[in-house]
């Protein structure tokens, strides 16, 4: 949305969407990576690309729903992946207003940060519950989802970017 | 006459508030989880909500590996059935030499009068992949309390110990790697019969046999064994063997690293055992029978 560019009109966005998009977030992060440390949290991405573009439709409670799905689909602690979802979504969507007027690359680092953020939570949390440091690789996974962000930026957007019906003598 | 705000500008709590209250929630759930463990049933529904989803995200593996066995070459196949061959006939030489030693074990315990051992049932399993979480040693098995499995139950491949089956869900399981960090085993060096516990050694992949005197009998390439002591793990399963040990005079505990004899992070089948030994009650400590005592008076004196 930065200033100097020319910007297409978006059509308002479908619940289908954005339920769709969860399912399949949900779907990439039960594939069964190689090494869970390095592969990139699909859904943590997908959460802060629409609290980034929908915050009035995709918020805490969504977040806090998802992070418990997960949690219990990957074993893990219930309430850890919920916590730093609910903390993403409340940070991304206070920087909601600010990330769009950026390049790509300046919303990459406004996202690294962000996705960082809930790793860290993460983090903290299996440590306070008596984990041991499973090591730094643990910073590869965010970093490789920030990555993703322009594609998934860009798929995500796509069911909003084509009209309806097509009417080639409509203005716009 | 109050005043309200037309609906669009209603926008529900501050973002600050409902932060507070989700965080608060799953914070509330992290303590029940880890240190009361109540959230086992909330867990159980989640889980199996989210097992379709974890059954389609394998799909595309499982094909994979479909397809490569399918075109597995004759040759690979015609090797690997002659080590198997080969595999079964040194085991059935050594399958009857253990059918004599266990008929002679169970009369020699029927003359002594001691318990009888419990055959335990075992039931096969495959491996469909490891735990999702970097932070612990988990993998998780094709059988859930559908199949007849049950929490508790140990884990074997075919060399010996791989985990403890830590949490039955309907359709799958997990099992706890030995090499976990919250897992302990009793074990038994098989050379002298000293018993001990192994710890798994998290990331490094090998145990560790904490709280061994600085002067015990123990040295590199002991075999450990379970001993049985704890009636979860039947005993004289292979373990480990001890690849190091390191005794400083400053400290007054031997440092002693095994690595496990199993396929831990590589095998791909493995064999959950069920039925605990029967083991008797624990006997009454001396408080008990004080308190006891003090009951029965009490109830005399009211009775007088």
């Given at each position: 949305m930065a200033a100097d560019r020319p910007q297409a009109i978006l059509l308002p966005v479908r619940a289908g969407t954005i339920a769709v998009s969860f399912g399949c977030a949900l779907l990439l992060n039960f594939?069964?990576?190689?090494?869970l440390a390095l592969a990139p949290d699909f859904v943590a991405l997908t959460l802060a690309f629409w609290c980034v573009r929908q915050p009035r439709v995709v918020g805490l409670a969504t977040a806090w729903g998802l992070g418990l799905l997960v949690d219990a689909g990957n074993g893990v602690l219930l309430g850890q992946h919920a916590l730093a979802y609910s903390v993403l979504a409340f940070f991304a969507i206070a920087l909601s207003r600010r990330i769009l007027w950026f390049e790509t690359w300046s919303q990459m680092l406004h996202v690294l940060l962000l996705l960082e953020g809930a790793q860290l939570v993460a983090l903290a949390v299996r440590m306070a519950a008596g984990a041991e440091f499973p090591g730094w690789?643990?910073?590869?996974g965010p970093l490789a989802a920030t990555l993703l962000w322009p594609v998934v930026a860009w798929l995500l957007l796509m069911p909003q970017r084509r009209p309806l019906d097509i009417d080639v003598n409509r203005p716009i | 006459m109050e005043h309200t705000p037309p609906p669009f500008f209603l926008r529900g709590p501050a973002p600050l508030v409902r932060l507070a209250f989700f965080a608060s929630l799953s914070l509330t759930l992290l303590v029940l989880d880890a240190?009361?463990?109540?959230a086992e049933s909330i867990r159980s529904v989640l889980a199996l909500a989210a097992y379709p989803i974890q059954q389609l995200a394998r799909l595309p593996v499982a094909l994979a590996e479909g397809v490569a066995g399918y075109f597995g070459s004759q040759a690979q196949l015609r090797a690997e059935n002659a080590e198997l061959r080969a595999r079964l006939l040194a085991s059935a030489q050594g399958a009857q030499r253990f059918e004599s030693a266990a008929a002679e074990a169970s009369h020699l315990r029927r003359l002594i009068g001691a318990a009888e051992r419990i055959e335990r049932k075992s039931m096969p399993a495959e491996?469909?992949?490891?735990?999702?979480?970097?932070?612990s040693r988990r993998v998780i098995l094709d059988r859930g309390t559908q199949h007849g499995v049950h929490a508790g139950s140990p884990v074997v491949d075919e060399v010996g110990v791989i985990g403890q089956l830590t949490r039955a869900h309907a359709f799958v399981s997990e099992v706890t790697l030995l090499?976990?960090?919250d897992l302990a085993i009793p074990v038994q060096v098989?050379?002298?019969?000293l018993r001990a516990i192994a710890f798994g050694g998290g990331t490094s992949g090998m145990l560790e046999l904490r709280?061994?005197?600085?002067?015990?009998d123990i040295e590199s390439g002991d075999q450990l064994v379970t001993s049985g002591l704890d009636g979860t793990y039947p005993p004289g399963l292979p373990v480990a063997s001890v690849v190091r040990v390191e005794r400083d005079a400053t400290y007054s505990f031997a440092r002693v690293v095994a690595q496990p004899s199993a396929g831990i992070e590589r095998g791909r089948y493995a064999l959950v055992l069920s039925g605990a030994t029967r083991l008797p009650p624990y006997p009454e400590t001396a408080q008990d029978k004080n308190a006891k005592l003090r009951r029965a008076k009490r109830k005399n004196a009211d009775g007088s």
């Open positions: 594939l069964p990576w190689p090494n690789s643990l910073l590869v | 240190r009361f463990g109540y491996i469909l992949y490891s735990g999702r979480d970097p932070y090499t976990d960090k098989l050379r002298n019969g709280y061994m005197a600085a002067n015990a």
